[in-house]
């Protein structure tokens, strides 16, 4: 990687050695604190769900006390999902004092570690520490990152860090870290053996790292092999879950890759759609000034990802709401940070350079009066050194032409000393715009029972099964059985439960009608006994 003289700071020297300054170390735990505020909230208002919090907050806490990681909302060992073998150290923590606010700390923990590699990566590019800084914080600020760290808890999120970390490891030749990095990534989530294997064809054909290149994509291809094939199919009895979502190409991962490539007409309407474009754009959106297509060859590790999302059938998969484009985001801010440091110009210049293209150029009258006497303006030593040192940290000619008063000559062109601050005004923007504010909002306009929602949650004396809705199933998972309304009958006997929770005034919208008829039934029925009552909130006990 070529480093630029003009990139350091006077003050501050490039050390790519140490492993954070002290402002990264700042920044990561701000973020820390902030992520796991908002995600520990969320449950704390009864917001939280059983898809996916309650799962794992359920299989943690039967690992940590010796039992089957059987969960009753899925039917089956928790292997047969994701084959996420990653979460069984998360287990030790609960050993220490079993409680959901473990994941919430571990997931904040992840997210915020990531931007501290993020910086290393920028260092190590070239790039200064206020623009190395900022780079970091443009990764927080990505909304995807505030989206995903409310929405419940996924094993997605242990392996950014990860994947940052195999990247640095590799740049850095350290392949030790780089096995121990890579083989995380695998125990994280079994699609992102994909990843992985695009890891090590960007390794080998663009990095010159042949040797890292075949690691990956060999441990990549084992464990893609061992998770699908294998394991999966044996803990749940059928294909992997995500298989549903791609139904038209096959009814199998091998029928669904095949078909991907020996029928491309298939997905052909996909790739190029209107839902993509807006896709992408909604990717990009949060760096897009700063990216040149030049660049764009380091998003070949984000092609499994995006590729999976854009030919789903299920829409949510190209949201940023949701975890589905993590494993790619590691990969966009390293275009930025090759952007910068090669000092590229981004997308702002290159439409900026395009529309000068159309317009008549205003010669300075300092080159006027050159150009009349004969002069060569830009050898005329008697100029100030300070406007032809290229030393200087001011210095940055794609990015940064400035006139003689020091202001930039267009909106894009932005000197240097003042681009940390437009990357994170325009990440800040993009933050407000995008992360998913509206549900942090929602959840105040469905509080006004949460007295009699956490004196309900206190009437479960037992570990007895538990039957109840969506929001309040994370509440209720540290026992071995624990059901959603819409995975049993109210017509049946309902013996495996002990307790049915039914908050009819605030009801997960999908089972709103089953909940009032499960209230109407219960009060019928003879082995139960309505405990407790309030604000629309009802506890039925087994007698």
Same mark, same amino acid.
């Given at each position: ?228 094939? /294998?394991?999966?199919? =044996?803990?749940? +009895?059928? $294909? @992997? ?5 791609? %139904?038209?190409?096959?009814? !199998? ?109 205003? /010669?300075?009258?300092? =080159?006027?009066? +050159?150009? $009349? @006497? ?5 050898? %005329?030593?008697?100029?100030? !050194? ?126 709103? %009608? ?30």
């Amino acid at each position: 990687m070529q480093t630029h003289p003009d990139h350091p700071e006077p003050s501050t020297s490039i050390e790519t050695n140490s492993l954070f300054s002290v402002s990264i170390w700042r920044v990561m735990g701000i973020g820390t604190v902030i992520l796991f505020f908002y995600s520990s909230l969320r449950h704390f208002l009864f917001q939280s769900t059983a898809y996916d919090l309650g799962i794992y907050d359920q299989i943690i806490y039967l690992i940590s006390i010796g039992r089957q990681p059987i969960s009753s909302f899925l039917g089956f060992h928790f292997l047969g999902d994701h084959a996420a073998i990653a979460i069984y150290p998360l287990s030790l923590l609960y050993k220490i004092y079993p409680t959901v606010y473990w994941l919430f700390l571990v997931q904040a923990i992840c997210l915020s570690s990531a931007a501290g590699l993020t910086w290393k990566l920028a260092q190590l590019a070239g790039l200064n520490q206020r623009l190395s800084l900022a780079v970091a914080i443009a990764y927080l600020l990505y909304p995807e990152i505030f989206n995903i760290n409310l929405f419940d808890f996924h094993p997605d999120v242990l392996a950014v860090p990860a994947i940052f970390g195999a990247v640095l490891a590799a740049k850095q030749k350290k392949i030790i870290w780089f096995i121990i990095a890579i083989i995380w990534i695998l125990a994280c989530k079994a699609v992102l053996a994909l990843t992985v294997i695009a890891i090590g064809f960007w390794l080998i054909f663009f990095e010159q790292r042949r040797l890292y290149g075949m690691i990956a994509i060999a441990l990549g291809i084992t464990w893609f092999l061992i998770a699908t094939q /294998v394991m999966i199919p =044996l803990y749940s +009895g059928q $294909e @992997a879950a995500g298989v549903s979502r791609y %139904d038209y190409l096959g009814d !199998s991962v091998f029928g669904v890759i095949f078909n991907t490539i020996i029928k491309p007409q298939l997905i052909l309407g996909k790739l190029f759609s209107i839902n993509t474009f807006v896709y992408l754009l909604e990717f990009s959106v949060g760096v897009i000034w700063w990216l040149n297509p030049q660049k764009f060859i380091v998003l070949v590790p984000a092609i499994p990802t995006l590729l999976l999302n854009i030919l789903s059938i299920d829409p949510m998969q190209r949201s940023l709401i949701y975890q589905y484009s993590l494993p790619a985001l590691p990969f966009l801010l390293l275009v930025m940070i090759q952007t910068l440091a090669a000092e590229k110009p981004g997308l702002a210049n290159s439409l900026w350079g395009l529309w000068n293209k159309f317009q008549t150029p205003t /010669v300075p009258p300092l =080159l006027m009066e +050159g150009k $009349e @006497a004969g002069e060569n303006v830009s050898s %005329d030593s008697s100029l100030p !050194s300070e406007e032809i040192d290229y030393q200087s940290s001011s210095f940055h000619p794609p990015l940064a032409k400035e006139e003689r008063g020091g202001s930039s000559s267009h909106l894009f062109t932005i000197p240097h000393q003042k681009l940390p601050k437009w990357i994170i005004l325009w990440s800040s923007l993009v933050f407000l715009l995008w992360a998913d504010h509206t549900q942090v909002l929602g959840y105040f306009t469905r509080i006004n029972n949460w007295s009699a929602t956490q004196k309900a949650v206190s009437q479960i004396h037992t570990k007895g099964g538990v039957l109840t809705d969506n929001r309040l199933a994370p509440h209720f998972t540290h026992r071995k059985t624990i059901k959603l309304l819409n995975q049993v009958s109210p017509d049946f006997n309902l013996r495996e439960f002990d307790y049915v929770i039914l908050n009819l005034r605030h009801p997960w919208p999908d089972t709103k %009608d089953l909940g009032e008829k499960y209230a109407t039934q219960l009060k019928a029925k003879p082995n139960f006994k309505l405990s407790y009552q309030k604000n629309g909130v009802l506890v039925f006990k087994r007698i």
